[in-house]
Each structure stands twice: as C-alpha cells, then as structure tokens.
C-alpha cells in the first residue's frame, strides 16, 4: 500500500476512535425555556427547531439534544437536511422522567357559547383550518352519516343512501365534505373531496385515486362527513371555516370549560432529507411521543409499481436519503396519515420498541424511487413487450430503503382512514427485516409486500392477527410480484419463461425468508402470495385459520409449517414453477383452483384423513405423504408442536419453537393475542364440484374465497365458465374458460341456479334469441351477447 494511502487511512482512524471517545456535546430544550437562552441546562431552549439549528454548526461533534417533559407544538415541520448539517451525529430524546410530546397541531383556548339541545359553539383564530379535534387528549368524530358506530366492521358505519339524492337535498353547502367509501372489490378505499353542490341537487368531488386499481365506489360500503347538517349526535364536530366558528357536541363527562382543546395542523412533524450523494447520517430520536398529524388520503395518489397501492410519502416522520436512522421507544397516537415512511434512498434505518396505535394510515412504509426501477410498469393492466424490457437484473441506482430494521414493537388499530393500509409497508426496497413485531387489528394486511423489487427481506417471530377487516380478498401477511415481465395471461407466461428463465429472477435477485411468525385472518389467507410473487422460502409458520395460498409465481419453497383448520391453496401456477410443498400438517384436503402443473416437488406432507391425501394423490402429488391425527401437545392454548411419537414426524416435519411477537417487556404487557380456535376436522369443496351443462359447454357457481381470488372477482357472486366446448352456442357467443358471467340483462346473477332462472324467464316471455351478459375475463369487464339458441 502506498505510505500517502496508509498515512490517510491512520489519520481517519484517529479521527473516528477520537470521535467515539469523545463526551456528546449536550442541548437541552424544556417548557420553562426562553427567546434568547443558550441551549444549556441551566437556560435551555423553548423548541425543538432552535436547538437543532444549533446541533447543525457543531461541525464533526456528537451531539445530543434532551428534551424535559411536556408537549411541544410545532410552529412549522422541522427539516434537518444533509447540506447544512455539520455535527456528525444526532440523538434527539425525551427524558425516563415522563412524556415528551411532539405536536404536529395546536393548542386553542376557546370561549364555548351553549345553544339549543346540547350544542356548544366557539370562535377560532381566523385562518384556522383543522380536519381532527382532540379533546382532553382524545380525537373525536367529525360530522358524519351515518354516525359512529363501534361495531360496526366497516368504517365504523357505512350506508348506501350516504349521497342519496333526498339527503343532498337536505345540505345547503356541503363544499369542503368528503365521500368516503370501499373499492368495488374491496381491495382498499377511495375518498373523496365535495366540491360543490350543482342547482339540480348533483354533487361535484374530486378524488378516487387512492387506489391503484381504478373501479367503482362499493354501493353500499361509503359514508359522508364533514357535512354540517349531519351534526346531530355527541362527540360529534363540525368547523366552519368561512365563519371560524366550531360547533361541537360534547360526549358526557367533558367539562369544556376546563377542557384541552387541540387540533391538527401539520401532516409531517419531523423530516430527515439528505441523498444517495449526499446522505443525512447517525439521527436518533428516541423516547418521544407523537401526536396532532393532520389527516393525508387527499394526498395519497402516487401509484406504486402495479401493486393495488398508492402512497403519500410522507408521515409524522419522513426520513429520506439517509444512513443509520434510529428510531427507538417513541410513540405514535392519534395519527391523521403514516406514522413513519422511509423513502427513496435509506441505509440501514432501524424502527425498535415503538408503540403505534390509533392512525389514519400505515405504521411504517419502506418506498424506493420508481427510478431505480428498470422498465417499471405502473398498472395492473400495462404490458411491455419483451424485445422493450430492460433484461439487466436488479435496481437502475441504489435511491431505496436497504439493509433496514423493524424488530420488536407493538402495532395495531391502524388504518382508521386508509383501508389501504399495513403495520409494514415494503415497496421497491431491499433487505428489510421485519421481526419480533406484533401488529394486530388492521384493515388489510398485517405486512404487506408489494412487488418483487429486489427482495432479500426476512419477515420473522412476529405475530399478526385480526387482520383484513374491512377489506377482501386478502392475507395477514400479503405480497405481489407483477415485476416487469409479469403478465395475466398463463400461456403468454408459460412461453417466454420457458424461453427465457432468466426473466424470473431480473427483479426478484434475492430469496425473501418468512419464518417462525403466527398468522391469523378471518377474511382471507394466513399468507397470501399474490399475482407473481416469486422467490421465497416460507417455513416454521404457525397459520392459525385462512391457511396458505400460492397463486402464480416461482420459485417458492413451503415446508414445515403447521395450518390450523386449513389447508393449502394452489391458485392458477405457471407451467414451470418450480415450486415446493413438503413437510407440512394440513388439516383440510388442499383447494386447488385452475391447476395443471404442480410445480417441483408436492409431497411428504400430513393430512387429516385418508380422503384428503388420496384427493391429492390422485392429481400425481404426494406419494410419500401421510395422514392422522397429528397429536398437537397443547392446541387449547396455541401450541402446535407435536408430540414424540406423532406421525407427522415421519413425513419430515420439524418441532419448532412458538413465540412470537413483540419481547420488549413494557410493550409486551400492553400487546394481545390472537384468538385460538377449537380444533376441527372437515374438508373443504373442490373447486370443480358442481359442474353442470349449459349451451354445450361446462358451468358452475362461484365457491367461496378462493374462487373470488383466483378469478379477480369484486364479491363471492357469478358464474365460472369451466368449458366452452367446440362450435356450441357458449364458444359462438364469444364465451372461453374461465369466463365469469356476472349479469344478464343488468341482474346479478349468484349461481347456477339463478343464471338459468334468468333465461327461461327470457325466453318464455320474450321472443329473444340472444341476452346481454356482463361477464368477467382477466379483471376486465365485457358486454357479450350470449346466443339461447
């Protein structure tokens, strides 16, 4: 090595051991601060935004700001930026002493004037605009209809009438009100902003974008708010900002003389902004509370890669180009939006011991820039031609979260705006490790992966339940490929990755690990590896009731895992998967839908019954599989290790240790548990029962969950086409297999029975020879005309 090199390296060594060595410069903020003190303790700072001013010129020092407790409302989103930031690190903390709040919103001390039945109502500072209240501390309802109901699964309460023509008439100027409802197929949610009321009684809005997967507003799933002829119950909130006057129903016991009054105003409270040239380094904040972020769904619109999501890129901390983020022991409440979103480039950011509960939208999102994506594709529908895709592996530049960290905190209530929403978030990122998590009661996933860019995460010891609660056709732990080659279409699949498997692996480089983690959904799949999810290894998984499902991909293997009164779904898998299924207990024959090629290796597995394995044994798999009881040690109780001599141990399964989710003893106390069912021992339908002729071809009715995923379908409501045959009238009329029919003559029809009911009743009371179906066909809706006869 040349001595100028080495002499360099000595010196930088020096430089760094001096640096550990050395005590931390110590700021000091607190309530009791004034204009003008030093940052001392003695005379510390007022706010936060003046003491990291000052950490930012304390140039190659360690530093770290303690914060006394108290809250701390922000007079604006405190940036620290990379290019102006000097101190070689930063810890920002709160005291062990008691709360160190960071309020995105703001105190309002309010004279409240009583009105007729109960209703109170105070001036505002004028320009006061606000979309959540919190009252001693507590967010309450804006005006709705229908009104908060608790137990109500969907939004709290939703109605069909919300926009209803007859209710409109009765708002003299709902501007400003927002729509709010399911997507059709209830893969997440859409809003939308009233803008106005047109002379005829016609609503104008604007919105419907916060879904990836452009369709309709579920017809009944939707509720208004933000109206102030819907203020009429307590706890109830209405602000009219062209007056600056707050109208409130107060719930009972609040004495709002005497009340803390606070509102949100700000969406991001803390933003870490550097670059992949010039990256932001060593922040921690630790210890601190979050709370007041304003509401964000208006600005969730930008589409993630052919995923069902779009995103807002932002949270009560955004943190963007940066290395060695640490976020530990903070707290997210009451959140309008994300509590926290790592976006574009990130290098080992670590989110531990963290308590997030009662937000609008997400805990933690991982989203890269879509430029360090090669030959991205936007919409489910989009296609590139082959000869057009860029077939370089991996990412275009290193602007993603990589290497990253989420062990070890407590997640739940979440997604109380945003149906589209997860405790994780994983998008065009690579290497991030989700574990020891608990994160419970979500409107969809519990972890959600949405692309196969660029892999290598490790989802591990977290424990996920009460999930995809307001949504369908989903998993507690969810994914999705669709990476630059994917397509819908099977054969189009099967030819080119049979040409070219190399294609497989161009996004999907490194194998993404799932194990040792409970699962539990009650409106879906345990763990659902969704359109194209390739490259996985599953195993040593505790799914406690929706069981498995592999839909189209490749390369996953799934082994050792235990499925509670379930079993494994194969939906629709390419002709060279390569997959794998081996040395697991299932208790349910498997529900194959649309299966020709199995894959690499289905065997060695543990049924219930003989009835179940010989279904599978007759498709070709499973030769050296086997069936019993499996002889769980403990079931009552969740523990679903075998005992000595069970026969599943013969087939190749495993005992593995069951314990799952958060370790952090403080938060453990606050985190519950799944629900664990009693055993059952049943069998499940195959999907091709109940087969019948119709017009020289093969129908049969819309089955459960599984047919409702593998066909794209908004509801569990139609009729598949199994055959079309050869010149009858189902292949004349244009029909093929997989076809659904979903209406005839605008009616719906849910089955087999109700189709053929629909046309005898055509062609005895009509002298029609054709009728006008809607069917269903790769997603996409088409008007046919089905020939009678």
């Known amino acids: 090595m040349p001595v100028k090199k080495a002499l360099s390296l000595i010196l930088l060594l020096l430089f760094s051991l001096q640096l550990l060595a050395a005590e931390p410069a110590m700021l000091y903020v607190s309530p009791s601060g004034k204009a003008g003190f030093s940052g001392s303790k003695a005379r510390p700072f007022a706010n936060l935004a003046d003491a990291v001013t000052k950490a930012g010129t304390l140039k190659n020092q360690q530093v770290v700001i303690e914060m006394a407790p108290g809250t701390y409302y922000l007079d604006q989103t405190l940036q620290i930026k990379s290019n102006n930031f000097q101190a070689a690190s930063l810890r ?34 004028k320009g006061t605009v606000f979309e959540q209240l919190y009252i001693n501390r507590d967010l309450q309802t804006l005006a709705r209809y229908p009104n908060f109901n608790a137990s109500e ?70 509720f208004v708010e933000n109206v102030f002829e819907e203020l009429d119950t307590a706890g109830e909130w209405y602000l009219d900002r062209t007056s600056s ?19 949100s105003r700000f969406k991001n409270s803390i933003e870490l902004l550097g670059s992949v040239a010039n990256p932001l380094k060593n922040i921690s904040l630790s210890r601190l509370t979050f709370l007041h972020n304003e509401r964000s769904f208006m600005d969730t619109k930008e589409p993630l890669l052919r995923s069902d999501w779009t995103i807002y890129r932002g949270g009560a901390l955004l943190i963007e180009g940066t290395e060695n983020t640490r976020i530990t022991a903070c707290k997210f409440r009451g959140l309008g939006g994300n509590a926290i979103l790592f976006s574009n480039y990130n290098l080992k950011g670590v989110v531990e011991r963290c308590h997030v509960l009662n937000i609008g939208a997400s805990a933690v999102c991982f989203v890269g820039s879509s430029k360090a994506v090669r030959s991205p594709l936007f919409n489910y529908d989009e296609h590139m031609p082959l000869e057009n895709i860029d077939l370089k592996p991996g990412p275009l530049s290193k602007d993603y979260p990589q290497q990253c960290l989420v062990d070890n905190n407590l997640f739940h209530h979440l997604g109380e705006i945003e149906k ?59 994914s999705w490929g669709r990476d630059r080659f994917w397509d819908p279409d099977r054969a189009y699949m099967d ?60 390369y996953r293997i799934v082994e050792n895992n235990v499925m509670v009164n ?6 629709v898998w390419f002709k060279a998967s390569g997959d794998v299924f081996r040395h697991n207990i299932v208790m349910k024959a498997y529900a194959p839908i649309q299966m020709k090629d199995w894959g690499k290796e289905i065997n060695s597995n543990f049924f219930p019954s003989q009835s179940a394995l010989q279904q599978s044994q007759a498709l070709g798999n499973d030769a050296q599989s086997s069936f019993g009881n499996p002889d769980f040690i403990d079931p009552a109780t ?59 071809g093969k129908i049969k009715s819309v089955q ?40 005839v003559q605008g009616k719906l029809v849910r089955n087999v029975n109700e189709l053929n009911a629909v046309l005898k009743n055509i062609k005895d009371s009509t002298d029609k020879r054709t009728a006008e179906i809607t069917v269903m066909r790769n997603q996409q809706i088409l008007q046919i005309q089905l020939l009678l006869e």
């Open 245 to 263: 006057t707050l109208y409130y129903y107060p719930q009972a016991g609040i004495n709002l003389k005497n009340a803390l009054i606070e509102v």
């Open 704 to 743: 459960g969950l599984g047919d409702r995923s593998a066909y794209g379908l908004p509801d569990e409501n139609g009729v598949i086409v199994l055959e079309s045959g050869t010149n009858t009238l189902l292949s004349r009329s244009g029909l093929s297999g997989k076809d659904v029919i979903r209406n």
């Open 92 to 125: 920002i903390q709160g005291t062990q002493q008691g709360e160190t709040i960071i309020s995105a919103g703001r105190k309002l001390k309010l004279e409240w004037i009583a009105l007729a039945g109960g209703l109170f109502k105070a001036s505002v500072p």
């Open 420 to 478: 589209q929403a997860t405790g994780v978030q994983i998008a065009m990122s690579s290497e991030i490790s989700v574990t020891h998590n608990s994160i419970y009661h979500t409107p969809r996933a519990g972890i959600n992966i949405g692309d196969g860019c660029w892999g290598g995460h490790l989802i591990a010891y977290n424990d996920v339940f009460e999930t995809v609660l307001e949504t369908g056709d989903h998993g507690a732990f969810n």
């Open 495 to 554: 030819k080119i990755t049979a040409a070219q498997p190399e294609l497989i692996l161009l996004d999907a480089v490194k194998q993404n690990i799932i194990h040792d983690n409970r699962f539990r959904c009650d409106h879906g799949w345990d763990i659902d590896l969704d359109d194209g999810s390739s490259n996985y290894h599953i195993y040593n998984n505790v799914c406690l009731n929706g069981g498995l499902k592999l839909r189209e991909g490749f």
């Open 638 to 696: 969740g523990d679903y290790r075998v005992a000595a001599n069970s026969s599943a141990l013969k087939t190749g399964f495993k005992n593995f240790p069951q314990q799952f989710g958060v370790e952090y003893a403080p938060l453990k106390k606050l985190a519950a548990t799944p629900v664990i069912s009693k055993l059952q021992q049943t069998t499940v339908v195959n999907s091709a029962e109940g087969a019948v002729a119709f017009l020289g």
């Open 153 to 222: 699964r969907f939004y709290n309460g939703t109605a069909a009438d919300a926009v209803a023509p007859e209710r409109v008439a009765k708002w003299k100027n709902p501007s400003g009100a927002y729509l709010h409802g399911l997507h059709a197929g209830e893969w997440g949610s859409f809003d939308f902003r009233i803008t106005g009321k047109k002379a005829d009684g016609e609503l104008t809005m604007e919105g419907g974008y916060q879904n990836n997967r452009p369709n309709n507003l579920h017809k009944e799933r939707r």
């Open 566 to 571: 379930n079993t494994f779904h194969p939906h």
